[in-house]
C-alpha cells in the first residue's frame, strides 16, 4: 500500500454514491484500516445491497486499482507536478481509479470517467481539488502515450511496471522461473479468477450439476483440471444457492482439488489433516473416503473449528472431526505412527493467488517470507512423527516460491532417512497435472497460476519407509 498521504483526509462524504464513489470508499477504507480487498469488498457489499451490475463494477475497480497500482502511478506521475506523495490519500485513490478505467476498461469512454471523477471529487471537497482531477485527467487524455510503460532503469523494473508487480518479486520470479515465465506468472494474475465448484460425488454426478445450473441459467462448463470440478463463468453467487446449502456442492479452486488426489485417503482410514480451516481439503478428503473412517482437520486458531463443522455439517459428514492444536507440536498430541495419511497444507506466502487477493503483492516483504521456510520445516518434522510406516503424507502450499517448496521438503529429506519420494504420485493425479510432472521428480508438482488460470499450488508426497 502506498507509504505517503497526510492521516487526515479533508473528504466530504456524500450520501446516494455511483457504483464509482463506493469503489472509491472502499479503496480508502482498504488503506486506512489495511485490510485485505476481498474481506472489504464482501463487507461493503452485504451494508450496500447494489444491483449485480453495479457489484461487478465496484468489484472491478476495486481489484483493477489495486493490482495495477505501481503502473498506474507511472501513468500519473508526469502529470501531477506537485508529486503524488503530496496528494490526500482519497485524491490520490481517485486518479488511480480513473486512469485505470482510462488504460484498461475499453467499455468506459474517456470522457464519461473524467466526469464521474470529476462529480466525486466536487461532492468531496472544494473547488480547486475538482479543477486539478479534471486538469490532470484531460491532460494524459490529450498526451499521446500517456498510457505506455516506459522503459525503467533496468529490464526488470521495466517487467515490474508492464507486469505491475514489485521489483523484488520479479527479481526473485525471474532468478528461480527465467524472464519468460515469470513474465506470464505476472501477466496471469491480471485475470479475474473463475469461480469454481467441487460436486460432492457422494451426492450427486458432476453432470447432473452442471445440467441444472445451466437450466437455471448459470453458464457453466466442466473443469479441465479435476473431474469433481465445475468452473462457473458467468451467473452470481453460488454460496447462497440451495444446492449449496444441500451439501451437494463446495466452492474451491481448481487446484486446491489435486491436493486429496495425492493424498488419496480409502474408506476406513485415520487421516490427519494439520492445517485444516476452512475445511476445503479435509471435505474433499472425507468424501473421498465415503464418509468411512476418521479424519482429524486440526487448526491453530480455536474460532476456526466452527468453520471446519459447518463445512462438515453443510456436506453431512460425520467422519470429520474438527480439533484446535499447534501443528509445530502436535506430535505431543496424537501418538507416534497413528495415521495412515497426513496433509500438511501448510501456511504460506500465499503468492500463488494473488488474483483472488491482489493486495498481497504489495503487503508481502521479502524479509517476512524468508522466516516461512523455517517454520514449514518445523510443522512437517513434526507431522511426519505421527505417520504409520509405509503411510503417506503430503506437503501443499498455494506458493510458487521455492524455499517455501521443494526446499522445504529436501531440507526435511535430508534429515529423515526414513522418508522418501513417493514416486506413485504423479500416477493419482488428474491426467491434466499430471503433464506438468517432471519426469525426474514424479513425487512433486509446482501448478503456476497460468497453466489453467487456476491458483499457483506446490504438492509433494513422501513415503515412510520404516
Ligand atoms: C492454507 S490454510 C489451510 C487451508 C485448508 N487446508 C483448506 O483447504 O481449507 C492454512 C491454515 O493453517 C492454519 N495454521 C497456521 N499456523 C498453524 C499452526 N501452527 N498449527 C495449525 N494450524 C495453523 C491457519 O489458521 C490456516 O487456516
Excluded at 127 to 149: C, E, P, Y
Excluded at 189 to 198: E, G, I, T, Y
Aim: hydrophobic share 40%; glycine share 6%; with cysteine.
Amino acid at each position: 500500500m502506498t507509504q505517503q498521504k497526510k492521516s487526515k483526509s479533508t473528504r466530504r462524504v456524500p450520501r446516494n454514491q455511483s457504483a464509482r464513489g463506493h469503489a472509491l470508499d472502499i479503496l480508502i477504507a482498504i488503506e486506512e484500516q489495511s485490510a485485505y480487498s476481498n474481506l472489504m469488498l464482501n463487507q461493503a457489499f452485504q451494508k450496500l445491497q447494489l444491483e449485480q451490475q453495479d457489484k461487478a463494477l465496484v468489484t472491478e475497480l476495486v481489484y483493477g486499482t489495486i493490482q495495477r497500482q505501481n503502473t498506474l502511478d507511472h501513468f500519473l506521475t508526469p502529470f501531477v507536478k506537485k508529486g503524488l506523495h503530496k496528494l490526500d490519500r482519497w485524491v490520490h485513490l481517485l486518479l488511480r481509479m480513473s486512469v485505470y478505467q482510462m488504460a484498461y476498461m475499453d467499455r468506459i469512454p474517456a470522457h464519461a470517467v473524467v466526469n464521474e471523477s470529476v462529480t466525486i471529487a466536487k461532492q468531496r471537497a472544494h473547488q480547486g481539488i475538482s479543477g486539478m482531477v479534471n486538469g490532470v485527467l484531460r491532460s494524459m487524455l490529450r498526451t499521446a502515450d500517456a498510457f505506455t510503460v516506459r522503459e525503467g532503469q533496468n529490464a526488470i523494473e521495466t517487467m515490474s511496471l508492464q507486469h505491475a508487480h514489485p521489483v523484488w518479486m520479479m527479481e526473485q520470479w525471474v532468478k528461480q522461473y527465467g524472464e519468460e515465465t515469470a513474465a506470464r506468472i505476472a501477466a496471469s494474475n491480471q485475470l479475474p479468477p473463475a469461480a469454481s465448484l467441487r460436486v460432492n460425488e457422494m451426492k450427486m454426478k458432476r453432470t447432473e450439476l452442471i445440467d441444472i445450473l445451466q437450466e437455471q441459467g448459470y453458464t457453466v462448463r466442466p473443469s479441465l483440471v479435476h473431474p469433481s470440478g465445475v468452473v462457473v463463468e458467468r451467473g452470481g453467487n453460488l454460496a447462497a444457492h440451495p444446492l449449496f446449502q444441500e451439501g451437494c456442492f463446495s466452492i474451491q479452486d481448481e487446484s486446491s482439488m489435486v491436493v486429496a488426489e495425492a493424498v488419496a485417503p480409502e474408506p476406513g482410514m485415520t487421516v490427519l489433516d494439520c492445517c485444516a480451516a476452512p475445511g476445503g481439503k479435509s471435505s474433499h478428503m472425507a468424501e473421498k473416503m465415503k464418509d468411512q473412517g476418521q479424519l482429524i482437520a486440526n487448526d491453530l486458531h480455536p474460532h476456526k473449528q466452527k468453520l471446519i463443522q459447518q463445512q462438515a455439517d453443510r456436506l453431512g459428514l460425520q467422519s470429520i472431526e474438527a480439533k484446535v492444536s499447534d501443528a509445530a507440536q502436535i506430535d505431543q498430541v496424537y501418538e507416534s505412527g497413528q495415521f495412515d495419511r497426513i496433509l500438511l497444507d501448510a501456511p504460506c506466502s500465499g503468492l500463488g493467488v494473488i488474483r483472488r487477493k491482489p493486495d498481497l503483492k504489495w503487503n508481502k516483504q521479502a524479509e517476512e517470507m524468508a522466516q516461512l521456510p523455517a517454520l514449514q520445516l518445523q510443522l512437517l518434522e513434526a507431522a511426519a512423527a505421527l505417520l504409520k510406516p509405509d503411510g503417506r503424507l503430503v506437503y501443499s502450499t498455494c506458493t510458487i516460491v521455492e524455499q517455501e517448496n521443494e526446499g522445504v521438503v529436501q531440507s526435511f529429506l535430508d534429515k529423515h532417512p526414513e522418508y522418501t519420494w513417493d514416486e506413485q504420485m504423479v500416477e493419482r493425479l488428474p491426467e491434466s497435472i499430471q503433464t506438468l510432472v517432471q519426469e525426474d521428480a514424479p513425487g512433486r508438482v509446482q501448478i503456476l497460476p497460468y497453466h489453467f488460470q487456476s491458483d499457483g499450488f506446490f504438492i509433494a508426497s513422501l513415503r515412510r519407509t520404516c
